[in-house]
């Protein structure tokens, strides 16, 4: 009974002692399945719920339980819990690109059984006209192209020995570095694209290209903005180069630009803009009216950039599954449990039918 007690009573102290207590006391984990729906039934609580540090739930009840469930109910509520809140952390860590066009609602949902998704490509509109009685219509005929790209799924399994399981496995470098390199391999190809995987569909092959990658990307020439030497000129050749996308890749908005920097330019940033400067390069770049932010992108070449519009025009995500880690059901006891880390997500570059686009890749000469 005292152990039921403290079972109950840590409930309102925080999911991590719950863990705990359950993990410690030899009679409840015996008795799990039955105490753990006790307490929830009682306490009128609600299984699977992620929330965030403000306590707003970001995840609940069937949708985040069938990420990781499977038939046989193998993933339990406190195994859940520990997974999601690794993932969270270091995807936060590691998706700059991609986090960025989720927050700004660039990003919509396909089937994890479409391997190629797909978007039009539209031929560009005459300009609107304004008539006090209009009675003619502009011959402005929508002709569009299919383009495709292929949906991979970016996965990294590994195995934890039967004698090395229970709840500590869940907290492991195995588990953080599978989400790492889930992570980062979407991220590289976000940025990088990927030469190896293309698929043919009405007898046209459809590659991944990345910002840096596609063929109708602008480019420009910058000087070394990662040498000290260069400080006093990346604010004007940044915005010559945000002025070239307005006037020859068609246009941008203002407060719509992400502008992405290699790590080691990123360092350079936070250096004073000039001799006695009271702002950084950085802090002089978010005040540029087209600029919406400006992040370090690690797979970047050392002295790049990369400049996208955050529009639907330029560029959507599409989201089969984000990254989810998912235990596989054991048929022998004694073996090792495998858990497979993956998504299955893509980007989609869009340029016009006059080979435009709204990203622009900077390079030193």
Known sequence: MNQLNTLYSSIGAGRDLHAANIANLPDARARYAELHNAVFSKAG?????????????????DDAKSLLTNASGTVRHEDFLIIRDRIVEIRRRKLNGVSDLMDSGLSFSVAISDQLVGFENVNEFEDAEQDMNPNTSKGNDTKFTEEFVPNPITHMGFDVPMRQMNFDYKRSLGLSESVRKVSERVEK??????????????????PIYGYTTHPDRGTGTISDWAAIASIGLIVPELTYQLGLMWSTQGGVDNDSVMVYVSNAIWTMLQNDNKANSDKTVLQRIREIAYVKDVKPAEFLAGTSAV???????????????????????????????????????????????????????????
Request: charged share 10%; glycine share 4%.
């Open 307 to 365: 400049l996208v519009e955050m529009a639907p025009r330029t560029v959507e995500l599409a989201v089969a599954s984000d990254i989810i880690a998912v235990p596989h059901i054991k048929t022998n006891p004694l073996a090792p449990q495998t858990v497979t880390t993956y998504a299955a997500m893509v980007h989609q570059i869009k340029s016009t039918q006059t080979n435009q686009t709204g990203i622009r890749h900077l390079t030193t000469a």
């Open 45 to 61: 609580l609600q299984k699977y719920v992620v929330t965030n540090l403000a306590g707003d739930v970001v995840e609940r009840s």
């Open 189 to 206: 190809t976000l940025f990088n694209g990927n030469a190896a995987i293309t698929v043919t569909y009405a007898g046209q092959a459809f």
